[in-house]
């Protein structure tokens, strides 16, 4: 037998046993990330469940959006009526050059307005009114209690009501995190996230916390976005202060973004690995 023939046909046998083995691994990895990023796409998409978007399948969101004043709150209480003089006296507190209406206040006004701070017994004090108890109350209830009481010290009061402090902070695996003055009072989870730039590819989008501070006591809400329920859950609509923190994924070391990168390297290690067989295979001839 010829020991040199027998030698170079080991040799391919060995190279050949080797390239199957690389080629088999190869396209195993090759189907693990295909099946993990399609499996994952259920993971990534808001309201995956949600078939029917017509008004009925939506009509179970709660609208409750109203938020009551608790202590600490700091609110801008501004009041406008027919007779000026009347109104020097009743926004003096306020830091406001009373016009003849409310509605004819600056638009620039936020910024010199002082702003009434709801005290630890949930009252503030009011020109004339002295301490009034606020806290409980919504911004519409106290506007309209407030027009009532003032009516004994000026014609046709018009009084406007607003949170100084409405903000909510969005945290964690976001591309934007930090703390957004929300000038409406009124903003969803969704919104908020949208202020805050979205979920990063890392971001854990079943189960969202929420934490919410009411008269001292947090409460703590899980918000699941990949399902139509989270216009049921009672933290789809924020308040005042709330913060909404997004857990990473466990798998964010592995981000789905990168998956074509890896697929580059793998396929570029594979043609070294071809070209250096090639090589060794037209030696031996």
């Known amino acids: 037998?010829?020991?040199?023939?027998?030698?170079?046909?080991?040799?391919?046998?060995?190279?050949s046993s080797r390239l199957k083995y690389f080629i088999k691994m190869t396209a195993c990895l090759f189907f693990f990330f295909e099946i993990t990023s399609c499996t994952g796409s259920r993971k990534m998409v808001y309201l995956y469940d949600l078939k029917d978007t017509s008004t009925g399948s939506l009509s179970k969101a709660k609208d409750v959006f109203e938020t009551p004043i608790q202590k600490n709150d700091q609110?801008?209480?501004?009041?406008?009526?027919?007779?000026?003089?009347?109104?020097?006296?009743?926004?003096?507190?306020?830091?406001?050059?009373?016009?003849?209406?409310a509605a004819n206040l600056p638009s620039n006004l936020g910024a010199a307005v002082l702003g009434y701070l709801v005290e630890g017994d949930g009252t503030i004090k009011l020109p004339y009114l002295d301490k009034i108890?606020?806290?409980?109350?919504?911004?519409?209830?106290?506007e309209n209690e407030l027009t009532e009481k003032f009516k004994a010290y000026t014609k046709n009061p018009v009084v406007n009501v607003r949170f100084l402090n409405y903000r909510v902070s969005v945290m964690g695996a976001v591309n934007k995190p930090g703390t957004f003055a929300i000038p409406n009072e009124r903003i969803t989870?969704?919104?908020?996230?949208?202020?805050?730039?979205?979920?990063?590819?890392?971001?854990?989008?079943?189960?969202?916390?929420?934490?919410?501070?009411?008269?001292?006591?947090?409460?703590?809400?899980?918000?699941?976005?990949?399902?139509?329920?989270?216009?049921?859950?009672?933290?789809?609509?924020?308040?005042?202060?709330?913060?909404?923190?997004?857990?990473?994924?466990?798998?964010?070391?592995?981000?789905?973004?990168?998956?074509?990168?890896y697929m580059t390297l793998m396929a570029g290690s594979l043609s070294v690995v071809l070209t250096i067989i090639n090589i060794i295979l037209l030696s031996k001839k």
């Open 1 to 15: 037998m010829n020991f040199t023939a027998f030698s170079d046909y080991e040799t391919k046998q060995c190279i």
């Open 75 to 101: 609110l801008s209480i501004l009041v406008g009526g027919s007779n000026v003089e009347d109104l020097v006296a009743l926004n003096s507190s306020s830091g406001i050059i009373p016009g003849n209406s």
């Open 133 to 142: 108890k606020v806290e409980g109350l919504t911004r519409l209830e106290l």
């Open 189 to 261: 989870i969704l919104e908020a996230l949208g202020l805050a730039g979205d979920l990063s590819i890392t971001g854990k989008r079943n189960n969202v916390l929420v934490v919410r501070e009411y008269n001292g006591v947090r409460n703590f809400g899980r918000v699941n976005l990949l399902s139509k329920e989270i216009f049921n859950s009672p933290y789809f609509y924020l308040k005042t202060n709330d913060v909404v923190y997004v857990e990473p994924t466990a798998s964010s070391f592995l981000p789905r973004e990168r998956f074509p990168n």
